[in-house]
Nanobody
Framework: QVQLVESGGGLVQAGTSLRLSCVAS????????VGWFRQAPGKERVRVAN????????YLADSVKGRFTISRDNAKNTAYLQMNNLKPEDTAVYSC????????????WGQGTQVTVSS
């Protein structure tokens, strides 16, 4: 069973940066694809970014392209979401998720970390 723990959220002003971390334990990290999702109040959870098991392929939602970067360090069992030029509309609970690289279902989820961007 894979456990995911996020950290790095907080309250920041618009235009600043945050880096979220997601540490995995209990599985073979290099066999997992990892993604970041966010859910704003009253809205559905949406995928923000994901990366394949070795970090050579990434996806970024249009709303964050040019501002966010996803990366991973398999030696540390950790994935990152670097968020630059934050906007108030980025305010949400950010969760990381993982799935086996052959699966299409995000099986494992972290508890989430709050990101609040003030204008």
């Amino acid at each position: 069973q894979v456990q995911l723990v996020e950290s790095g959220g907080g309250l920041v002003q618009a235009g600043t940066s945050l880096r979220l971390s997601c540490v995995a334990s209990g599985g073979t990290y290099s066999s997992l694809a990892v993604g970041w999702f966010r859910q704003a109040p009253g809205k559905e959870r949406v995928r923000v970014a994901n990366t394949n098991r070795d970090g050579t392929s990434t996806y970024l939602a249009d709303s964050v392209k040019g501002r966010f970067t996803i990366s991973r360090d398999n030696a540390k069992n950790t994935a990152y979401l670097q968020m630059n030029n934050l906007k108030p509309e980025d305010t949400a609970v950010y969760s990381c998720a993982a799935r086996h690289w052959l699966s299409t279902t995000w099986t494992y989820w972290g508890q989430g970390t709050q990101v609040t961007v003030s204008s």
